[in-house]
């Protein structure tokens, strides 16, 4: 057995009821094999990769809190620490009902190879609760997240883990968290990410992660011969990324034609509204069906439909496993030329295989995503030297960044015989700048 099959074994063995952390070490490791045969017998003696595929440290606990009614409700909450080889711990925190240990891990694990790509020292990290932010009045929202930071507060600094936003954390739940922490810890320290601008936020960290993944594409295109001018494009979610890349979408002269959430999705045949969905989604807290009804023209579906919709290009930006294999399928009878994810894994193995085997320019989120993360090292330097940039400084640096991860990771595709293999490529420069510190660093 070699020794990628015996580490996949191992983890499933030790994870039986984790499926979506084994779906991602199962699409790394795979994706990897190339590397590993060339240097099996140092790999597997020194066993880089179990430790690469066994976090840290995981800190689980639970998080009591008082609702309007004044019933005490209690939530578990997650932080883990996969790997810190480059750098502090750095990934977001997401406040969800399907938050659980297995999605924590996944993606703790995928963290550790983007902020492997961004090219910055941070290492991976990513954490949680099983809160559900919608429909709780802020007073409930700050009660949680003072519970959660009371206990998180002890493993987490400036330069040991560094938490952001994710699903369920936006500017307020940011806010909150960093007052409690401050107030507990006395330190007014860069903990946290995705802060506000008035106390140490970074300018162009919300639009960041919608920004490089367009970035990202444009670039991808024009390396291919193509450009994302004039194209028709699909987007999946109505969150940050997704609001961000429509936005930028249309900067370069695309035009975006849907959205999503939860409960349904939006097709506007005139292209999403960008000022329309801001109002609906991040200052009237609403569904979709607003959205409709604030722009008479678009068609409201209830449940998901996105990828049935005719594109060039699709952007995955809600949520895990979201984009499958009949999707896959529907895209590309569409015409559908490249695929490049908004979120984290929202398509599924044998939705990537069908869309790489039928010529689809596919990119996975852990490269295309990476402005987000990128970003926030961007804050956490700021925050270390007492200043502030502006708005286009930090938006060209994240351009450069992003542009540069398309490049390493095609390079790193071509130098193992995967030419086009954009998966395998990302995973590859990712890992070998982590498999070299670890080794570096002995065994810890």
Not at 179 to 184: A, D, F, H, P, T
Not at 268 to 287: F, H, N, S, Y
Not at 333 to 356: F, H, K, R, W
């Amino acid at each position: 057995m070699s020794y990628v099959d015996e580490v996949l074994a191992r983890v499933k063995q030790q994870n039986p009821d984790q499926p979506e952390f084994n779906q991602a070490v199962y699409e790394v490791l795979e994706s990897l094999r190339v590397v590993i045969e060339k240097n099996e017998d140092a790999y597997r003696k020194n066993a880089l990769l179990e430790r690469l595929t066994t976090p840290e440290r995981i800190v689980m606990f639970r998080v009591p809190w008082v609702d309007d009614k004044g019933q005490v409700q209690v939530n578990n909450g997650y932080r883990v620490q996969f790997n810190s080889a480059i750098g502090p711990y750095k990934g977001g925190l997401r406040f969800h009902p399907s938050v659980n240990l297995s999605v924590i891990k996944f993606l703790g694990f995928e963290q550790v190879f983007k902020n492997s790509l961004t090219g910055l020292p941070i290492g991976g990290g990513k954490g949680g609760s099983d809160f559900d932010p919608k429909g709780k009045s802020d007073r409930e929202i700050m009660a949680f997240c003072q519970s959660f930071m009371t206990e998180l507060c002890k493993h987490i600094g400036a330069d040991t883990d560094v938490p952001a936003g994710d699903i369920g954390v936006g500017g307020r739940e940011i806010g909150y968290l960093f007052g409690q922490y401050k107030r507990i810890r006395n330190l007014y320290e860069g903990v946290l990410t995705g802060k506000g601008l008035s106390y140490g936020g970074s300018l162009a960290r919300t639009q960041a992660t919608g920004y490089g993944l367009l970035y990202f594409t444009d670039e991808m295109l024009r390396c291919n011969g193509k450009s994302l001018k004039g194209m028709t494009v699909a987007v999946s979610g109505a969150g940050n990324v997704a609001t961000y890349a429509i936005e930028k979408a249309w900067q370069l002269g695309a035009k975006p034609v849907t959205c999503s959430d939860s409960t349904g999705w939006i097709y506007d045949p005139e292209g999403i509204d960008v000022a329309t969905l801001i109002q609906v989604k991040e200052v009237m807290r609403a569904r979709l069906t607003e959205y409709a009804k604030m722009r008479p023209n678009s068609v409201y579906h209830p449940g998901k439909g996105v990828w049935s919709v005719k594109c060039d290009v699709a952007f995955p930006c809600a949520t895990q496993n979201e984009l499958l294999l009949e999707d896959a399928k529907m895209l590309v009878a569409n015409g559908c030329i490249a695929v490049a994810e908004g979120a984290n894994m929202p398509t599924s193995l044998d939705a990537t295989e069908y869309l790489q085997e039928n010529g689809i320019l596919f990119c996975p989120g852990k490269a295309a995503n990476a402005g987000g993360v990128a970003t926030s090292a961007l804050e956490m330097s700021q925050n270390s030297e007492r200043l502030s940039w502006t708005f286009e400084e930090v938006d060209a640096k994240l351009k450069t960044i992003m542009v540069n991860i398309f490049h390493n990771m095609d390079e790193a595709a071509k130098e193992y015989g995967m030419e086009g293999n954009y998966v395998a490529g990302a995973n590859i420069a990712g890992f070998l700048k982590v498999a070299d510190a670890m080794n570096a660093q002995g065994i810890v």
